[in-house]
C-alpha cells in the first residue's frame, strides 16, 4: 500500500504550491522484492499528476530506499537534548512573566490552526495542516503514548508549543523527561517566551526533540550553547519535482542570476532573483548537471551545489558557475518541516 495526502508546502519567499505527501509506503514481507513498491509508488504519482500536483514529497524510513525513485534529500533534522538543571535563560532574554499559559479542550484546535496559518507560510519545507488533521493531531494527542503523557499545550499570542511527560520519579530525585512535539513561534519574542516555559516545567530533567529546526536559534538565548546537545542528524523531507517549471518558478532566489540545469538530458533554465523567478526548458549549454532526484533537492534551498558536486551528485561547467550556484539557490533560514505525515 501506499497513499499521498493533498497538502500545501512552502517554498522560499513565502509562496506556497501544492504538494502530494507521499505515505505509509509499504510492502508485506511475505511479497517483499518483486517490483511491488515500483508499481504502487507510480499509481501514487499517477495521483499526484492527476491532481496537479507539481511536487512530490516524504519521509523516508530508511535512506537508502528513494533516490532511485527520484527522491532527493532537501532538508535535514536533528534530536536535541537540554538538561534543564544546567540550561540557563540569559538574564537580559528572560520573557516577562503573563505572556504563556496553558489552553486545553477545545481551545486547541482553534488555536493552533490560526496560528500554524501564520507560521507555515515563514519558513521553507513547512506545510499546511486542514481542520481534519488539526482535529486528528489533537484527538491522538490528547491520548497518553508509550507510557508518555497526553499533550500538554502551551499558548502564546504569536505561537504554541506542545510536549509530552515522561515521568522519571528516580526514588525521590524526580527527573522527568519533556519530549517537545510541536514548537511554533511567529515571533522571536514568542520564541524566547515559550522556550523559557519547556525549560521550567516542574520536576522536569531533560527537554527532548526531534523536531527543532537545525537552526533554532535557542542557543544563542542560553549562557551556554553547548547546553543544547545534538545527539543525531538525520535527512529530513526528500522531494520529487513533478512540473519544474512551477515549482522553480514560484520560489525566490538569493541572487540575481540564470542558470541552466540538465536533468536526466533536459535542461531548464531557471532566471532567479530575490523578488521572482521564471523556469523553463531550454537547449542551450547547461551550467549544472544532475540527476532528477538532486535536482529536486534543490527546490527549498537548503542544499549546496557544491556539496553535491562533492558528492559526485552533480557536475558544474566550471567553478565559476558553481560558485554563483552556492550564492543563487540558498535560503537564509534553512528549510524544515516539523509535520509528520
Ligand atoms: C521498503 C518497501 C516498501 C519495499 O517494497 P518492495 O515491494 O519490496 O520494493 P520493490 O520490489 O518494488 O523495489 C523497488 C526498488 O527499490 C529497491 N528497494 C526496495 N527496498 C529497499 C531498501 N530497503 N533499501 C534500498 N533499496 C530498496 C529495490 O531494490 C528496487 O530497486 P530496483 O527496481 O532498481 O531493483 C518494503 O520493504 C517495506 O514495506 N518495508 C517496511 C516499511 C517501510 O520501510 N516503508 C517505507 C516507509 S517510508
Not at 519521509?59 to 536533528?78: L, P
Not at 540545469?261 to 549549454?285: N, Q
Amino acid at each position: 500500500m501506499a497513499g499521498s495526502y493533498a497538502l500545501d508546502a512552502t517554498v522560499p519567499g513565502g509562496v506556497c504550491i501544492p504538494m502530494g505527501g507521499v505515505t505509509w509506503v509499504s510492502t508485506l514481507s511475505t511479497h517483499r522484492r518483486q517490483g511491488i513498491m515500483r508499481q504502487v509508488l507510480s499509481a501514487v504519482h499517477d495521483d499526484i499528476d492527476e491532481r496537479g500536483e507539481p511536487l512530490a514529497s516524504l519521509y523516508g524510513s530508511e535512506g537508502g530506499i528513494y533516490e532511485t525513485h527520484g527522491y532527493g534529500v532537501a532538508s535535514n533534522s536533528r534530536t536535541i537534548s537540554i538538561d534543564t538543571k544546567r540550561a540557563k535563560f540569559r538574564a537580559q532574554y528572560v520573557p516577562e512573566a503573563g505572556h504563556v499559559r496553558y489552553i486545553s479542550g477545545d481551545d486547541v484546535v482553534d488555536t493552533t490552526s490560526e496560528i500554524w496559518e501564520r507560521f507555515r507560510r515563514c519558513r521553507a519545507g513547512e506545510v499546511s495542516r486542514s481542520l481534519i488533521e488539526q482535529d486528528l493531531r489533537f484527538a491522538m494527542g490528547d491520548r497518553p503514548e508509550g507510557g508518555l503523557t497526553g499533550a500538554r499545550y502551551l499558548r502564546h499570542n504569536d505561537g504554541y508549543a506542545a510536549y509530552r511527560i515522561d515521568s522519571q520519579w528516580n526514588d525521590g530525585q524526580p527527573a522527568h523527561v519533556l519530549h517537545l512535539i510541536q514548537m511554533v513561534a511567529v515571533t522571536p519574542e514568542a520564541h524566547a517566551a515559550l522556550w523559557h516555559s519547556v525549560l521550567n516545567v516542574d520536576l522536569v530533567g531533560e527537554v527532548r526533540s526531534r523536531i527543532v529546526a537545525i537552526d533554532d536559534p535557542i542557543g544563542y538565548l542560553l549562557t551556554n550553547q553547548r547546553d543544547v546537545r545534538t545527539v543525531s542528524t538525520r535527512d529530513n523531507i526528500w522531494l520529487n519535482v513533478r512540473d519544474a517549471s512551477i515549482c522553480f518558478g514560484a520560489r525566490t532566489y538569493r541572487t540575481t542570476d540564470r542558470l541552466v540545469v540538465e536533468v536526466d538530458g533536459k535542461r531548464w533554465a531557471i532566471d532567479g532573483s530575490p523578488d521572482e523567478a521564471s523556469c523553463r526548458s531550454v537547449r542551450t549549454r547547461a551550467d549544472l548537471v544532475t540527476s532528477h532526484a538532486w535536482f529536486s533537492a534543490l527546490l527549498y534551498g537548503g542544499v549546496l551545489p557544491s556539496a553535491l558536486v562533492a558528492g559526485r551528485r552533480m557536475t558544474a561547467r566550471n567553478d565559476d558557475i558553481l560558485r554563483r550556484a552556492d550564492l543563487f539557490f540558498p535560503t537564509s533560514l534553512l528549510p524544515h518541516c516539523q509535520t509528520q505525515y
